[in-house]
């Protein structure tokens, strides 16, 4: 899997925005200076992630942007779905509608395993563990193999 600039920019952004006190706005441009993310760029990413319901665009002199939900409600997976669609596609289509013929059946089961894994991970993180640094345990024990780190 390759995660996109654009899910990455959106993580980071949220990650700002759980970190405001008081769930306070805050400008995307100030969002943009504190993750160095282009500030046109930034635009279409909110608007996607308005569209999902993951944000709230306020309006006025203390206006900006806020998270709609709980933090701890909205997942990585969630996110990256929002802002880029499926976590697994095959040149376009989600792998339960790739078919194949009957020798390259196996790359369908192989396709669903790998999206299963990624969903392991992704909805089990939270923009709140992100936040706060604190990876549930299951996610974090995976960073612990040294092999995790290893190119391959």
Known sequence: MRVSTKSDYALRALIEMAAQADSAPVSAEELGRRQEIPHGFLQAILADLRRASIVLSQRGQSGGWRLARDPAEVSVADVIRAVDGPLVSVYGLRPESVS??????????????????????????????????????????RTADDDAWQPH
């Open 100 to 141: 194949y013929n009957d020798s390259a059946q196996v790359l369908q089961l192989v396709w669903i395993a790998a999206r299963s894994s990624l969903r392991e991970v992704f909805e089990e993180v939270s923009i709140a563990n992100l936040a706060s640094g604190q990876l549930p345990p299951s996610v974090a024990e």
